[in-house]
């Protein structure tokens, strides 16, 4: 028979509720104490939590993620609910207990991470859940610590404020994106690539104009936006066409300064190979010097997206018709709705993700060969 | 034209000399060299005598400070926009984002020829080299000496009557090397393409070549030219035969010479 091995994370996890069950156990029938000891929801997170410190060692190792898993979120359900409508009345009890499920959170996240799975779907899977139960232990302790500490609302809102504020305001939000970045976003992010990209090409066929473009490309990536942008609004007017201008200016230069690091990284040998074969010019740059400027064009892809959806909210700050993120935050935060500045905060973290992300599968699609990519 | 070949290559008081920082290095000086048509000619010396800079030359990727240089009976230029020759470097310099046909093929889309004739000339080269049933691998899926071998076909691809190879088979081990000389032979027997071949193994020039070109650095020159009294047909063995030896020593005589003028 083997002994046990217990997790270091299950064993705190129970060190750290010893105190909560003293003083529920003494307290049993006592009326008006706070969360954990005021009734069977208190009794039942504890006992949650300490459960796999029992059972932790004995158990394969899948069945104890489940477990863990199971523990950790039912205790953190019951302690959002006991702590709704009592906020700001938390003591340590509170915060052992939540200390304890996050612990145990991450004893389930520690096992999955050690998992070699067999099949693609599990592996996949895997990669889904882990950060899932990362991203919600940090809404959770969020919630629970606004929450249990009474912030202000103005200060920060727990994230259930800002998710009821996004579901009762989705025509607002959904307007906003439109505005900002269907039109303004996507337009200054495909005209600003594109026409870097193809300057780059240009520059790489008359040297005169590389030697003069990437110093000045240099200094321009240096420009604030906040000068560019009240300017940009004086020339192209209040709606999104300044947005995009502000937004082309962003995303020329790394894309310009990207592709032509990126025309100069095929190595001799290869292009050497071409000359052997008497390639031209156009088909030289079609079939060696693009793809294998590739990722760093790829590169230059993933960084404007980023600063594209910046550019064009902070350039909303200077003047927007009435509708639009950047537009919506600067007058939220001056009305003290702050839920709201958070929901576009959030809306703008997601639509960021959704285009990096995007631009990421197509370059691990169009880079597959690339030692970084295919992984050797 | 009739009756007589014309020398493939033909240099005469070819000087080379690089401007560096370092102030100016002469990689050639005054080679007299011609190359008939069907020979395998093998280059061979130390490390910097030039053996590289002398194929680029031929091959129009370097341009000599002093002499001249023919191939084809053209001037180097002329015979590389016709693709007088195909060159196999030291590295495979195969396209990663390439399969191996397609890698095979490349040479032969920028000659513009029709989607069928690529298809058939790929499999025929690739067959030539022993790689038929890795077309649809990527290079970095194959080992070492299958992508030097793909490189290989690369370079036969589009059916040049010249090859120029720069130590291709350098990075590879004996036994692949033993192999690929082998083949290489047999190809050459097969198609009568001239070969011109660097290499710094003494085996490897006597087992392959029909003339060996001794050269010595500093500057670089031709310091002696060996004729093979081989036969044609030579099986892997040969190397064992005290003719063979017999040139072996030649060879390393001829390097020998070339080196005391350093000591
Ligand atoms: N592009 C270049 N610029 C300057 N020096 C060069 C260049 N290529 C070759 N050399 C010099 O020319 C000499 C001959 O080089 P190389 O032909 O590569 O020799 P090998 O192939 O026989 O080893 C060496 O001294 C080398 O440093
Ligand atoms: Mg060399």
Same mark, same amino acid.
């Given at each position: 028979?083997?002994?046990?091995?217990?997790?270091?994370?299950?064993?705190?996890?129970?060190?750290?509720?010893?105190?909560?069950?003293?003083?529920?156990?003494?307290?049993?029938?006592?009326?008006?104490?706070?969360?954990?000891? /005021?009734?069977?929801?208190?009794?039942?997170?504890?006992?949650?939590?300490?459960?796999?410190?029992?059972?932790?060692?004995?158990?394969?190792?899948?069945?104890?993620a !489940?477990?863990?898993?199971v523990?950790?979120?039912?205790?953190?359900?019951?302690?959002?609910?006991?702590?709704?409508?009592?906020?700001?009345?938390a003591?340590?009890?509170?915060?052992?207990?939540?200390?304890?499920?996050?612990?145990?959170?991450?004893?389930?996240?520690?096992?999955?991470?050690?998992?070699?799975p067999?099949?693609?779907?599990?592996?996949?899977?895997?990669?889904?859940?882990? &950060?899932?139960?990362?991203?919600?232990?940090?809404?959770?302790?969020?919630?629970?610590?606004?929450?249990?500490?009474?912030?202000?609302?103005?200060?920060?809102?727990?994230?259930?404020?800002?998710?009821?504020?996004?579901?009762s305001?989705?025509?607002?939000?959904?307007?906003?994106?439109?505005?900002?970045?269907?039109?303004?976003?996507?337009?200054?992010?495909?005209?600003?690539?594109?026409?870097?990209?193809?300057v780059?090409?240009?520059?790489?066929?008359?040297?005169?104009?590389?030697?003069?473009?990437l110093?000045?490309?240099?200094?321009? /990536?240096?420009?604030p936006?906040i000068?560019?942008?009240?300017?940009?609004?004086?020339?192209?007017?209040?709606?999104?066409?300044?947005?995009? !201008?502000?937004?082309?200016?962003?995303?020329?230069?790394?894309?310009?300064?990207?592709?032509?690091?990126?025309?100069?990284? /095929?190595?001799?040998?290869?292009?050497?190979?071409?000359?052997?074969?008497?390639?031209?010019?156009?088909?030289?740059?079609?079939?060696?010097?693009?793809?294998?400027?590739?990722?760093f064009?790829?590169?230059?892809?993933?960084?404007?997206?980023?600063?594209?959806?910046i550019?064009?909210?902070v350039?909303?700050?200077?003047?927007? &018709?009435?509708?639009?993120?950047?537009?919506?935050?600067?007058?939220?935060?001056?009305r003290?709705?702050?839920?709201?500045?958070?929901?576009?905060?959030?809306?703008?973290?997601l639509?960021?993700?959704?285009?990096?992300?995007?631009?990421?599968?197509?370059?691990?699609?169009?880079?597959?060969?690339?030692? /970084?990519?295919?992984?050797? | 034209?009739?009756?007589?070949?014309?020398?493939?290559?033909?240099?005469?008081?070819?000087? *080379?000399?690089? @401007?560096?920082?370092?102030?100016?290095? @002469?990689?050639?000086?005054?080679?007299?060299?011609?190359?008939?048509?069907?020979?395998?000619?093998?280059? #061979?010396?130390?490390?910097?005598?030039?053996?590289?800079?002398?194929?680029?030359?031929?091959?129009?990727?370097?341009?000599?400070?002093?002499?001249?240089?023919?191939?084809?009976?053209?001037?180097?230029? @002329?015979?590389?926009?016709?693709?007088?020759?195909?060159?196999?470097? %030291?590295?495979?310099? *195969?396209?990663p984002?390439?399969?191996?046909?397609?890698?095979?093929?490349?040479? *032969?889309?920028?000659?513009?020829?029709?989607?069928a004739?690529?298809?058939?000339?790929?499999?025929?080269?690739?067959?030539?080299v022993?790689?038929r049933?890795?077309?649809?691998?990527?290079?970095?899926q194959?080992?070492?000496?299958? %992508?030097?071998?793909?490189? #290989?076909?690369?370079? =036969?691809?589009?059916?040049?009557?010249? =090859?120029?190879?720069?130590?291709?088979?350098?990075?590879?081990?004996?036994?692949?090397?033993?192999?690929?000389?082998? %083949? =290489?032979?047999?190809?050459?027997?097969?198609?009568?393409?001239?070969?011109?071949?660097?290499?710094?193994? #003494?085996?490897?020039?006597?087992?392959?070549?029909?003339?060996?070109?001794?050269?010595?650095?500093?500057?670089?020159?031709v310091?002696?030219?060996?004729?093979?009294t *081989?036969?044609? @047909?030579?099986?892997?063995?040969?190397r064992?035969?005290?003719?063979?030896?017999?040139?072996?020593?030649?060879?390393?005589?001829?390097?020998?010479?070339?080196?005391?003028?350093?000591?």
């Open positions: 028979m083997k002994a046990p091995m217990y997790s270091w994370q299950a064993s705190l996890a129970f060190l750290l509720v010893i105190f909560p069950i003293v003083v529920f156990v003494t307290n049993v029938g006592v009326p008006g104490l706070a969360w954990p000891y /005021s009734g069977f929801s208190g009794g039942l997170a504890i006992a949650l939590v300490t459960l796999p410190a029992w059972f932790s060692g004995r158990l394969l190792k899948l069945w104890e !489940a477990l863990c898993f523990c950790a979120h039912g205790a953190a359900v019951l302690l959002l609910g006991g702590i709704r409508g009592h906020e700001g009345t003591g340590p009890g509170y915060y052992l207990v939540l200390a304890s499920a996050w612990l145990l959170a991450w004893r389930c996240v520690a096992i999955l991470s050690e998992q070699r067999l099949s693609r779907l599990a592996s996949t899977a895997l990669r889904l859940i882990i &950060p899932a139960i990362f991203g919600a232990w940090i809404l959770i302790i969020w919630e629970a610590v606004t929450r249990g500490a009474g912030i202000p609302f103005i200060l920060l809102p727990p994230p259930s404020a800002i998710g009821a504020r996004i579901a305001s989705l025509p607002v939000l959904g307007a906003d994106v439109r505005q900002t970045i269907f039109k303004a976003v996507i337009f200054g992010y495909v005209v600003g690539s594109g026409t870097g990209f193809l780059a090409i240009a520059a790489d066929r008359v040297p005169f104009l590389r030697r003069g473009l110093p000045i490309g240099n200094m321009v /990536s240096a420009l936006i000068g560019v942008a009240p300017i940009m609004v004086m020339w192209f007017g209040f709606d999104w066409q300044s947005k995009a !201008a502000v937004v082309i200016i962003m995303t020329f230069f790394p894309m310009l300064v990207n592709t032509v690091a990126g025309l100069a990284a /095929s190595g001799h040998m290869e292009r050497d190979l071409m000359r052997t074969y008497a390639s031209g010019y156009w088909q030289t740059l079609l079939k060696l010097r693009l793809p294998a400027a590739a990722p064009i790829f590169n230059a892809l993933k960084i404007n997206s980023t600063l594209a959806l550019g064009a909210i350039a909303e700050f200077f003047g927007t &018709p009435v509708v639009g993120m950047g537009f919506r935050i600067s007058t939220e935060v001056g003290m709705n702050i839920d709201m500045v958070w929901a576009e905060i959030a809306v703008a973290a639509a960021g993700s959704v285009f990096y992300g995007v631009v990421a599968l197509v370059e691990r699609a169009v880079t597959f060969w690339h030692p /970084s990519v295919r992984g050797g | 034209m009739t009756g007589t070949s014309p020398a493939v290559v033909a240099a005469s008081k070819l000087g *080379l000399t690089f @401007q560096t920082n370092d102030g100016p290095v @002469q990689a050639l000086s005054n080679v007299d060299l011609t190359i008939g048509k069907g020979e395998f000619v093998s280059f #061979i010396g130390p490390s910097g005598c030039g053996k590289t800079t002398l194929l680029r030359v031929i091959a129009d990727l370097e341009k000599p400070t002093s002499g001249t240089i023919s191939v084809n009976g053209m001037t180097a230029e @002329q015979a590389r926009e016709k693709r007088a020759y195909g060159y196999v470097f %030291q590295a495979a310099a *195969l396209f984002w390439r399969t191996i046909e397609r890698n095979v093929g490349l040479p *032969l889309e920028i000659m513009g020829l029709s989607k004739e690529q298809a058939q000339r790929i499999k025929r080269t690739l067959d030539l022993n790689l049933g890795f077309e649809k691998k990527y290079p970095w194959l080992s070492g000496g299958m %992508q030097q071998r793909a490189s #290989i076909a690369r370079a =036969l691809a589009f059916d040049a009557d010249l =090859l120029l190879m720069d130590e291709p088979f350098g990075a590879l081990d004996e036994i692949v090397r033993d192999h690929l000389n082998e %083949q =290489l032979l047999e190809l050459w027997g097969r198609t009568n393409k001239t070969i011109c071949f660097v290499t710094h193994s #003494i085996p490897e020039a006597v087992y392959l070549s029909t003339r060996i070109v001794v050269m010595s650095p500093r500057p670089g020159r310091s002696d030219i060996i004729e093979s *081989l036969p044609k @047909q030579r099986p892997l063995d040969i064992e035969t005290p003719e063979f030896l017999a040139i072996a020593a030649r060879v390393r005589d001829g390097l020998r010479a070339g080196h005391s003028y350093d000591d």
